[in-house]
């Protein structure tokens, strides 16, 4: 049975899926210093979870495996920055924003590559807008979302897309399968900025949009640009790529800034049994079997 919020509301959950770069080139930089990417995206069925119900006052509390981290960080979250941008929104446009006790059930890595804090800033945008029944024009919840960060628009869509500019010029990609997939990071930071400081060019070819009978091979077309400076800076992203690659999987790549890395598998079993062996051989880092999400236009391989 549900719980329960005051008044008797459902609490309304929302999963912040992780988000996965299956390619990012690299294009060029603006004069403010953000770079120009060009980015195949799509998501995986394991990540955070955000429940959220009304109450006396507000709130908001963490659980899950990566918890700590992320109060060690000592920022504001951005969970707690997207209920404050929404609600003063949702206020201006004369609707009711009462409070709310939000619970972040923080399951993926902190700073990893794959988009967790901005999933989860998305999924509270989402559960929000849901717990408070209101709806706002799109121009005003995306203005909202690129103020929070490059990523949450992508996490707000959820969905395979390709993304260019700093992010926020997206377009769905309705025909991509879902992926069998590991996901696997060693639990060691990488500096975001540094990685990009460390790029040998800035303005590198752009994404072939074109995709041919095989994905696998039009993957294999593309690239991270991050990932060269990434594995100079945290040689264990190359060891961890390797270990997925004895694992199994027919393709490896490191998403986003790193140091998370994918393996795609052949099917479901192949990439649960090896992020099984993976474990074994390593119990102090992170592996995760998973399926992404296949496209509106596109059932499941």
Not at 136 to 144: A, H, K, Q, R, V
Not at 280 to 301: I, N, Q
Request: hydrophobic fraction near 45%; charge should be negative; aromatic fraction near 4%.
């Amino acid at each position: 049975m549900p719980e329960k919020g005051i008044g008797g509301d459902a609490i309304i959950r929302e999963d912040a899926f992780a988000k996965i770069n299956l390619a990012l080139h690299v294009t060029g930089q603006r004069s403010d210093g953000y770079h120009l990417l060009e980015m195949l995206v799509t998501f995986a069925r394991c990540g955070d979870r955000l429940d959220l119900a009304a109450a006396p006052s507000d709130a908001f509390v963490m659980s899950g495996r990566f918890c700590d981290t992320l109060k060690e960080d000592g920022g504001t979250n951005l969970v707690l920055k997207a209920r404050d941008a929404l609600r003063a929104a949702v206020l201006r446009a004369g609707g009711s924003a009462g409070p709310v006790r939000i619970h972040l059930q923080k399951n993926l890595p902190v700073a990893s590559g794959i988009g967790g804090g901005s999933a989860d800033a998305a999924a509270a945008l989402r559960g929000l807008m849901r717990l408070w029944r209101t709806s706002l024009p799109e121009e005003t919840l995306d203005e909202i979302a690129i103020g929070l960060g490059a990523d949450v628009p992508m996490c707000l869509t959820s969905r395979p897309l390709i993304a260019r500019g700093i992010g926020e010029r997206i377009e769905e990609v309705g025909d991509m399968p879902a992926f069998a997939m590991v996901l696997a990071n060693p639990l060691k930071g990488v500096s975001t900025p540094e990685v990009f400081r460390r790029l040998a060019t800035k303005t590198n070819a752009p994404l072939e949009t074109g995709i041919g009978p095989s994905w696998l091979d039009s993957l294999k077309g593309m690239r991270n640009d991050l990932e060269p400076p990434a594995r100079a800076l945290l040689p264990e992203i190359g060891e961890i790529s390797a270990m997925l690659e004895a694992h199994g999987a027919a393709f490896v790549r490191m998403s986003g800034s790193g140091a998370t890395c994918f393996g795609i598998f052949e099917t479901a079993a192949a990439a649960e049994n090896a992020a099984r062996a993976l474990h074994s051989k390593r119990p102090d880092w992170y592996f995760e079997a998973t399926e992404t999400l296949a496209g509106d236009g596109h059932g499941r391989t």
